[in-house]
């Protein structure tokens, strides 16, 4: 995954949108809930560009393989929330769903952090495949402090025990804090590691005082006291030394010891987090790196003021991971790299890395439950609200899925993008193959014409009928890292002469691969040869060997959904120090990861060395190389061997005549019920990409309520998960809460949504330039800038709509007349762009079919809900209804001015209502206040009342009529 570059110090410019004028509700607030490769799981983020969405949850997450389109199928939450910034919008929340007891967060062990029984685990900053192929790093860096004495003090009834212990330094130039490490070199080799619990400042002079983590090591005999910090857990003794030792020690070196984290991804550095400190009551301990769950709290909690600096620090840019789940009192560097290095680092811990990919995402079933609390989807309108409510502020238990928005009451939009996926099903594919590495041959001393020859052996395309690659391309480099190659040829030919450079003698390297159409296959084994060539030099030091890596047993007929492993093998070399494996899922090794040596076992069979390489299963090809290094040289890479299954058991996306709806059902059942329960929530639904007319009249009729034996035939109920029922007649209002579009936009991919690497499609491509995505992204954000623009009573139709290039299905004007008359927007394409040509919610009642009257209403009810708390304790007599009417008879007139409401004045706009004929003795004495309020949306067919009431202590309730 692409992880975010550190910010360098500098000056930046960012453009910042102006803020919206608070003089009316915001109505411009979205909200969208679906699959995502990362970001915390059921807790709602607010983000307000597309840039911070990517930041917090990555790129489009890879699903399953769509053998229709011929390509796998992606998240559609990330173009959604793209779609909604491209037309408009400025704000809206994000909550990412999946099975979260499924999910796995991966682990990374920390190299050079110690103890490791149990081991320095730092966590996933949340679970997904988004991490597996992410490696740790650890780079030790030290304080140099100035001793000027040091002391032990004894235990009382034990005065040789040494129970604390107070070093006096010279005050550095850097901070030292209560949990900074010590590391204490003696000239006898004796290592002290401390934690400091006290700091105390006297005329330039620190008192550092350690009792509660001390830690003496030794140091094998004859080591130099200059070599003792670079010693490993393994050389090292632990020793109880007495006071009276202690008193007699010579003191050599002391340093505050802090550590950089590094995250890796291949080869590459990706990230670091600098100045880390080992002891968790540090204010900069790695431990205290938080997680997605803990740095984005549930809104209201918290905000980025009340973060401490370090997790403000991870969390702009994100930094990839947290501390450990429950960390000991003190971590300690042993052995801890002082440089960054990619050899030194560490792979996810344990097998979860293995699983499929959509186990470890949480989402390898499809069903309404990864979308639904699964308390709440069952409830009714009625009663929703209320037990909401009881969850999260009585039970102190956390929402989840669209649910976990009840506590937002910004969001005035809400849709459920991933609700449309057709879902998947495991199946086996078959794949194809790879280009193979070209073998290079030992390169020829020149010949009489100073020419000397580079000859490889031909390669085949993978697929009938199996003719020759057209093209090899030949790079030459000065060191066998091939750091800084030139292309030496580009063509059809299996060999090239090259002349002798006239600056030798030198050593040259080359190597060489095949391409095929714009595919690069792997690399050949490096030859090198010296230039011109020398008879004898007897300074010249002859290079690492070369390795060759052949594929000596892939194990075929291994389970599928088991580890595989492959088996390679090269010859032995004397003289070799080690010998690096590395593996890559791109032949030019850009995703390169050296082999963890407990991921591979020595054997010798028949007198050849192997070595067996644990991978996962795969849907692409798995490359490896291996080089010799003696006394710290790189050799040069050996071919490239590239190891793929003929099959692969992967997901695959149900065929549309097998689609099952009842989970789109469900979903959109629970959002119609939540947004009426809500009752200031508009739901902008979508279909299916492969539904025409009929899919989507039916569908239609399925979410309208009727009576039993009206009742369209109902898909069977989902296996498993929440049971969510029919909307009954008594619901029939939620309708008018829900907007339904169609169809699909075909829109160009943005950089940042390509799939992550490791996720590609079984052919290994890439994802085309244009997406086919549902038009409640575009929609929802075209809502919102009307919303800022000109209110949210104007009906949001026929204005073009951003990004757009094409549709599908494609519909003709039959299909334009009936979705109309069914109550489905569609989206149509104009001569000023692509429009949506009508503005209707689904609710049977003609006067709250148009959309800018249900957000009117949403729209007076925000307005209610924050003036009228002010009068919750007021005197229910003559004077407050007076101040009601006159507080509310401005903010209708305003609403009038606006256009908002119609009629040729005020008096026909709207009417208030608070005298006796609504409030009469009898329910004064009860405590109850009643404000009628009547008003005329724009067309309207008659007056729409909307009723404030008040229940003595307990608050205002609005009732519509």
């Known amino acids: 995954m692409e992880i975010a570059p550190p910010i360098l110090p500098g000056i930046t410019f960012t453009v910042a949108a102006p803020p919206p004028s608070e003089v009316l509700p915001r109505m411009d607030i979205a909200a969208f809930v679906g699959m995502a490769a990362c970001g915390p799981l059921h807790r709602p983020v607010v983000v307000e560009d597309a840039a911070a969405f990517r930041a917090i949850f990555g790129p489009d997450l890879a699903l399953a393989w769509d053998p229709e389109r011929n390509e796998t199928t992606t998240g559609l939450l990330g173009p959604a929330v793209e779609a909604f910034f491209r037309n408009g919008g400025r704000r809206c929340w994000v909550v990412r769903v999946a099975d979260a007891t499924a999910a796995v967060t991966h682990r990374f062990a920390v190299p050079g952090l110690y103890p490791q029984?149990?081991?320095?685990?730092?966590?996933?900053?949340?679970?997904?495949?988004?991490?597996?192929?992410?490696?740790?790093?650890?780079?030790?860096?030290?304080?140099?402090?100035?001793?000027?004495?040091?002391?032990?003090?004894?235990?009382?009834?034990?005065?040789?025990?040494?129970?604390?212990?107070?070093?006096?330094?010279?005050?550095?130039?850097?901070?030292?804090?209560?949990?900074?490490?010590?590391?204490?070199?003696?000239?006898?080799?004796?290592?002290?590691?401390?934690?400091?619990?006290?700091?105390?400042?006297?005329?330039?002079?620190?008192?550092?005082s350690a009792a509660s983590q001390v830690f003496w090591l030794q140091a094998p005999p004859g080591t130099a006291p200059e070599a003792v910090s670079d010693l490993g857990p393994d050389t090292l003794t632990t020793i109880h030394p007495t006071r009276t030792e202690v008193e007699a020690l010579t003191l050599r070196t002391a340093e505050r010891l802090r550590f950089d984290l590094l995250v890796w991804d291949g080869q590459a550095l990706q990230t670091r987090l600098a100045d880390l400190a080992f002891d968790p009551r540090h204010p900069r301990a790695w431990t205290r790196l938080p997680d997605d769950l803990a740095l984005y709290p549930w809104p209201g909690r918290r905000t980025d003021d009340a973060l401490d600096p370090l997790a403000r620090e991870a969390a702009r840019p994100r930094f990839p991971l947290a501390g450990p789940a429950s960390p000991p009192p003190c971590y300690l560097p042993l052995g801890m790299a002082t440089r960054p290095d990619p050899d030194r680092t560490e792979a996810a811990f344990g097998p979860a890395r293995f699983l499929p990919p959509l186990q470890q995402n949480g989402l390898a079933r499809f069903d309404a439950a990864l979308f639904l609390d699964p308390d709440l989807a069952p409830l009714g309108t009625r009663t929703l609200a209320t037990a909401a409510f009881d969850r999260l502020y009585v039970q102190e238990r956390p929402l989840s899925g669209l649910h976990s928005l009840f506590p937002v009451d910004e969001v005035t939009l809400l849709a459920v993008p991933d609700a449309v996926q057709r879902g998947w099903d495991p199946a086996e594919v078959v794949l194809p193959g790879v280009l193979d590495a070209p073998t290079l041959a030992p390169i020829p001393p020149p010949d009489a014409r100073g020419v000397y020859t580079l000859t490889w052996s031909p390669v085949f395309a993978p697929e009938p009928p199996h003719a020759p690659v057209p093209t090899y391309r030949v790079e030459e480099a000065a060191e066998p890292t091939f750091a800084e190659p030139t292309v030496r040829y580009e063509g059809a030919d299996t060999q090239v002469g090259l002349p002798v450079p006239l600056d030798g003698p030198r050593t040259l390297f080359y190597r060489v691969r095949a391409e095929q159409d714009g595919r690069p296959g792997p690399w050949s084994n490096t030859e090198s040869t010296v230039v011109p060539p020398r008879a004898f030099d007897p300074c010249r030091r002859a290079p690492a060997p070369l390795p060759l890596v052949r594929l000596a047993d892939a194990q075929p007929g291994s389970p599928p959904a088991a580890e595989v492993r492959h088996r390679l093998a090269w010859p032995d070399v004397p003289g070799v120090d080690r010998f690096v494996l590395q593996q890559a899922r791109d032949p030019g090794f850009l995703t390169g990861i050296p082999v963890d040596p407990d991921r591979f076992e020595r054997l010798v069979v028949d007198g050849t060395p192997l070595v067996s390489v644990r991978a996962a299963p795969s849907t692409v090809a798995v490359y490896y190389r291996v080089r010799a290094e003696q006394d710290g040289r790189p050799g040069p890479w050996s071919n490239t061997v590239a190891v793929y299954e003929a099959t692969a058991r992967v997901q695959r996306v149900e065929h549309p005549t097998a689609y099952r709806n009842r989970p789109l059902l469900d979903v959109q059942r629970a959002l119609l019920r939540f947004c009426a329960a809500r009752g200031d929530v508009l739901a902008v639904l979508a279909l299916p990409a492969h539904y025409r007319r009929e899919d989507a009249l039916a569908h239609r009729g399925l979410l309208t309520p009727a009576a039993e034996d009206d009742r369209v035939a109902e898909p069977p109920p989902a296996e498993s998960g929440p049971r969510v029922l029919p909307l009954s007649p008594d619901e029939a209002r939620a309708l008018s809460y829900g907007?339904?579009?169609?169809?699909?936009?075909?829109?160009?991919?943005?950089?940042?949504?390509?799939?992550?690497?490791?996720?590609?499609?079984?052919?290994?491509?890439?994802?085309?330039?244009?997406?086919?995505?549902?038009?409640?992204?575009?929609?929802?954000?075209?809502?919102?800038?009307?919303?800022?623009?000109?209110?949210?009573?104007?009906?949001?139709?026929?204005?073009?709509?951003?990004?757009?290039?094409?549709?599908?299905?494609?519909?003709?004007?039959?299909?334009?007349?009936?979705?109309?008359?069914?109550?489905?927007?569609?989206?149509?394409?104009?001569?000023?762009?692509?429009?949506?040509?009508?503005?209707?919610?689904?609710?049977?009642?003609?006067?709250?079919?148009?959309?800018?009257?249900?957000?009117?209403?949403?729209?007076?009810?925000?307005?209610?809900?924050?003036?009228?708390?002010?009068?919750?304790?007021?005197?229910?007599?003559?004077?407050?209804?007076?101040?009601?009417?006159?507080?509310?008879?401005?903010?209708?007139?305003?609403?009038?001015?606006?256009?908002?409401?119609?009629?040729?004045?005020?008096?026909?706009?709207?009417?208030?209502?608070?005298?006796?004929?609504?409030?009469?003795?009898?329910?004064?004495?009860?405590?109850?206040?009643?404000?009628?309020?009547?008003?005329?949306?724009?067309?309207?067919?008659?007056?729409?009342?909307v009723r404030l009431v008040q229940h003595g202590p307990e608050g205002f309730n609005l009732e519509e009529s």
Do not use: K
Not at 174 to 203: H, K, P, W, Y
Not at 768 to 783: H, I, K, Q, S
Not at 858 to 875: A, D, H, N, S, W
Not at 921 to 944: H, I, K, N, T
């Open 739 to 945: 907007a339904l579009y169609h169809p699909w936009l075909y829109t160009r991919r943005a950089a940042s949504g390509e799939a992550a690497p490791g996720q590609a499609t079984p052919q290994g491509e890439t994802p085309p330039a244009f997406r086919l995505v549902p038009p409640d992204g575009a929609v929802t954000g075209m809502m919102a800038a009307q919303a800022l623009q000109q209110g949210a009573w104007v009906a949001p139709a026929h204005r073009v709509l951003q990004g757009p290039t094409a549709l599908a299905p494609a519909l003709d004007r039959d299909d334009w007349a009936a979705a109309y008359r069914a109550g489905i927007n569609l989206v149509r394409q104009e001569p000023p762009g692509f429009l949506t040509m009508s503005a209707l919610t689904l609710s049977p009642e003609a006067d709250l079919q148009p959309i800018n009257v249900r957000r009117l209403l949403i729209l007076l009810r925000r307005l209610v809900l924050r003036e009228g708390p002010t009068y919750v304790f007021e005197t229910n007599a003559p004077a407050t209804r007076r101040r009601l009417y006159y507080l509310f008879d401005a903010l209708l007139a305003d609403l009038y001015r606006r256009g908002a409401l119609a009629g040729a004045s005020p008096a026909e706009a709207y009417r208030i209502v608070t005298d006796e004929t609504i409030n009469p003795p009898p329910s004064v004495d009860q405590g109850r206040l009643l404000v009628e309020l009547r008003v005329a949306p724009s067309r309207p067919l008659a007056f729409l009342t």
């Open 117 to 208: 029984d149990p081991p320095a685990l730092a966590r996933a900053r949340c679970p997904g495949t988004w991490a597996a192929g992410l490696r740790t790093g650890a780079v030790l860096h030290g304080l140099g402090l100035r001793p000027l004495a040091f002391t032990a003090a004894g235990r009382p009834g034990a005065p040789d025990a040494v129970d604390c212990l107070v070093v006096q330094v010279q005050e550095p130039p850097g901070a030292v804090l209560v949990g900074d490490l010590l590391r204490l070199v003696f000239e006898d080799g004796t290592l002290l590691l401390a934690a400091i619990d006290a700091v105390a400042r006297t005329e330039g002079r620190l008192h550092l």
